[in-house]
Every structure is written in C-alpha cells, then in structure tokens.
C-alpha cells in the first residue's frame, strides 16, 4: 500500500507541490491531542491533529543570501486511532528535518497502521502510530505562516 492509498485527501498536498514534500525546514504550528466516542463502533478513539507551515524552496538566491521559498501553506493532518505515541521537546519553534509516514504490515485483526515520524530540527519531535489519516485542510499562508485571507 502507498500512502496516497491510505492517506485521505493525500491529492490536495500533491496538487499543489506537484510532488509529496520532505517537510524538510518546515514547522509544526500546532498540535491537538484529544479523543471522541465513536457510537457505531462502541469505543473512544484518541487522535491528533497537526498543523505544518510547508513551503516549496527553489535554486533562487535573494539579496540578503537565503533562497527564494515559494508556495507557503498551513497543512493539517488528522490521525485516529493512535497509539504508541511519543512525542518531545514542543517549544517557541518547531522546525523539522522531516515528517516521514511508513505503512505498517496489516495485523492480525486486518487493520493496517501507519508510522509517523517527526525528526526534529528544533522544538518537537516523536513517532506514534495510527489506523487511519488524512489531509483536513490546505490553507495558502504567507512566509511566517499567518493564514492569507481571501
């Protein structure tokens, strides 16, 4: 299974990067840690949502040095069913290396989890597992990831 297979909305992100991004420099905004109760299968699901500032770094070099980073967007990711979760370090900044997602093989009650991993450049970092995930919204932001309103 690829992960455009299992994560819903997965699509949104590759439309406007062209391609599925490293995350590398990017920035965890936000994070929600919080459970519901699911009726119709009878138990409480814990999830987490995170946010991301991601951007698109071109070969453009500005005049202060630093290279022209192009197509800012807040992209939130949703998980359910978590588990083994381990996370550290949140802090002022969150800046990441990169945000690497591997399917798991399928256990044996037939569910297949995904591994998170967030390898931290600075401020938050950790791994946990999930039976199910998604894209929940892309939202074009400016370069410090305030939300540009239409």
Request: aromatic share 14%; proline share 4%; with cysteine.
């Amino acid at each position: 299974m690829k992960l455009s297979e299992y994560l819903e909305n997965y699509n949104s992100v590759e439309e406007i990067y062209g391609y599925w991004p490293s995350f590398h420099d990017a920035e965890i905004k936000s994070v929600a840690l919080n459970s519901y109760y699911k009726e119709e299968e009878g138990y409480t699901c814990p999830y987490m949502e995170f946010t991301v500032h991601c951007f698109e770094m071109t070969s453009s070099v500005k005049s202060n040095g630093y290279y022209e980073l192009i197509k800012h967007n807040l992209i939130t990711f949703r998980f359910e069913d978590i588990y083994d979760s381990e996370l550290i370090g949140f802090d002022h900044q969150n800046a990441i290396l990169s945000l690497e997602f591997e399917i798991l093989p399928t256990n044996e009650r037939g569910f297949t989890p995904i591994l998170v991993e967030i390898d931290p450049a600075n401020g938050l970092g950790g791994e946990f597992k999930a039976f199910s995930g998604k894209v929940t919204k892309v939202l074009p932001c400016d370069s410090k990831g305030h939300i540009i309103s239409a």
